[in-house]
């Protein structure tokens, strides 16, 4: 059972969805049914009420023309005659063209080499630079390593001799630990 509370906020939650779901309808089609009311339709017939022809003193369109005269003349004929550099562009044979695209495409791979070998040469240097700090560091360690085996050496000295002190000892009458 619900205690009577929550029952009555449900009913209550219930009605207000309910008056959402007819407001959303009539705010949906209620304009539509308004206008064909307000027409005269019924039951599917129009009762046709013809407007009156318009009357406007509105003046003719512009035309192109009028608006932007240089729009007009769209050939391309006279189209760069005035620019002295364009024209010997213009001019110029196709093969002549050809070996100017290929003269640019050998002064971008030129300057590509050149890149490419300013990269190589630092990484060359880099790594050889490393090669140093690596030898440097396996020197080290095998210094490193020379001194602990002189240190483990020492260390087995001293315990041979540090045994030989205690066989004495015990041998003179010391009781130790």
């Not at 005269?40 to 009357?55: D, M």
């Not at 760069?80 to 024209?87: E, F, N, T």
């Not at 590509?112 to 060359?124: C, F, L, P, Q, S």
């Amino acid at each position: 059972m619900m205690p009577n509370g929550s029952r009555q906020s449900g009913i209550c939650l219930r009605y207000c969805l309910c008056g959402f779901a007819i407001a959303l309808i009539l705010s949906i089609f209620g304009p539509a049914l308004y206008w064909k009311v307000k027409k005269g339709t019924k039951l599917g017939y129009h009762t046709s009420t013809s407007c009156p022809p318009c009357i406007c003193d509105c003046p003719p369109p512009l035309s192109i023309l009028k608006i932007a005269p240089g729009l007009a003349n769209l050939s391309t004929e006279d189209c760069g005659k005035s620019d002295p550099d364009l024209q010997n562009e213009m001019e110029k044979q196709y093969a002549e063209l050809l070996m100017e695209e290929l003269k640019l495409q050998e002064v971008v791979a030129q300057e590509h080499i050149r890149h490419m070998n300013a990269t190589y040469r630092e990484a060359r240097r880099v790594a050889s630079q490393y090669q140093r700090e690596a030898e440097k560091c396996t020197i080290a360690i095998e210094t490193c390593e020379e001194a602990r085996e002189h240190a483990e050496a020492l260390i087995r000295r001293e315990m041979k001799l540090a045994f030989l002190w205690e066989q004495r000892a015990h041998k003179m009458g010391w009781e130790g630990e």
